[in-house]
Structures are given as structure tokens and as C-alpha cells.
């Protein structure tokens, strides 16, 4: 029998399934992301929580274990900068942004990354949350033009975007594609640009 050699990685690769944070506002925490993504609570405790919105056991867990700290400065340290929910309509994702908006939670960056149109929140630890929708409504075609679009290799960031502009344009008639393009060509710019994208210190 020959010797496989294509080893290098898995034959069925695992898929992602959940992020763990520690915290000291557990309650809060919990709250928070049922609100802004739908997560409920499967099991919860002080000491630790986990939380689903599909049919996985979990998609988020909390633990706070004894002798957790705060850190020093988050917003500049190695790590997690946030953690991504998709939306598979762009109604959808501007509809939660609206929603939310009225909950006066407001995210701290809004970029159209060309794959993606985002916005960042900050859950109540002050952990990035963003909330996408797929740039071309296809992960293929999105995938195909990160890899070869020239235009993302030049600006892999994206370009800035006032998210009530968006509502206003979506509210006269514009189609998603029609949105998306003139979000991408600074149609839309906020009145201020963000001078980087590290979290927002909230300590």
C-alpha cells in the first residue's frame, strides 16, 4: 500500500464553533448578547454561562473564575479584536442596526470591507463584536474577490461609512448592490473618520 503524504491538514477540517471570554459582569454579558445577537442562555450561572442562537449547544461561553482581573489597556494589547455574527440579508443587517440604534446601543466602527459591509460594537467587557453582511450576498463570489481583486489588496480595510446614510439611501429606493457600491466609491463617509480601528479603552 502506498504512504498518504497529503497530511499537512485535515481531510474533514473542524468547523468554528464557539468563543469563550472570561468576565466579571456576567449578568450583564448575558443580557447584552441576547440583545444584540440573539443569543440565549442554554446554561446559566455567576461562575459561567453558555449561550446559543442556532441549534449548536453553544456558541459563546462566559466563565468567571476566581481571581479574574480586569486588563490594563485592551484596546492595545494582543489578543481577540472582536468576534463576527452574519446576517444573510442586507435588509436584515440594516434592520438590526436600526433596532438597535433605538436601544441606544451604537457601534464604534462602521466599515465597508468590500467582502463584508460592518459595523463594531463593544459588549459591556469592552470585547469587539461585529455584525456583517456578505458584500456580494454570496460567500463564492466574496471569496473569489478577496483573493484576486486588486482593490482589496490596496485597501484591505475598507472604506468608512455613516450607517443613517445608509437607512436614508435604503429608505429612497436604492437596491443593496446600489448601496454597497456607492458605500465603497465614499458616497456615504461619516462626518468623522476614525483615526484607527483598536477597541475603544472602557476601563
Known amino acids: 500500500m502506498p504512504e498518504n503524504q497529503a497530511t499537512h491538514w485535515p481531510a474533514n477540517p473542524p468547523k468554528l464553533h464557539h468563543t469563550t471570554f472570561t468576565t466579571l459582569r456576567m449578568k450583564e454579558m448575558v443580557e447584552w448578547y441576547g440583545l444584540v445577537c440573539g443569543l440565549r442562555p442554554v446554561f446559566q450561572s455567576d461562575e459561567a454561562s453558555w449561550l446559543t442562537n442556532d441549534e449548536a449547544n453553544h456558541r459563546i461561553a462566559l466563565l468567571s473564575p476566581p481571581g479574574l482581573k480586569h486588563p490594563t489597556d485592551k484596546g492595545h494589547e494582543t489578543g481577540i479584536h472582536h468576534t463576527a455574527f452574519e446576517f444573510s440579508t442586507f435588509d436584515m443587517w440594516l ?109
Open 95 to 203: 434592520n438590526n442596526y436600526v433596532r438597535l440604534r433605538d436601544h441606544d446601543i451604537l457601534p464604534f466602527l462602521t466599515l465597508d470591507h468590500g467582502i463584508t459591509m460592518s459595523v463594531y460594537y463593544q459588549d459591556p467587557d469592552g470585547n469587539g463584536v461585529e455584525i456583517q453582511v456578505d458584500g456580494f450576498g454570496d460567500w463564492a463570489d466574496s471569496s473569489e474577490w478577496i483573493a484576486n481583486a486588486k482593490e482589496f489588496a490596496e485597501n484591505p480595510i475598507g472604506t468608512y461609512f455613516d450607517p443613517e446614510k445608509l437607512v436614508r439611501a435604503r429608505d429612497a429606493g436604492l437596491s443593496f448592490k446600489d448601496i454597497h457600491d456607492r458605500t465603497r466609491a465614499g458616497e456615504y463617509l461619516p462626518a468623522v473618520i476614525p483615526e484607527d480601528i483598536f477597541l475603544p479603552e472602557v476601563w
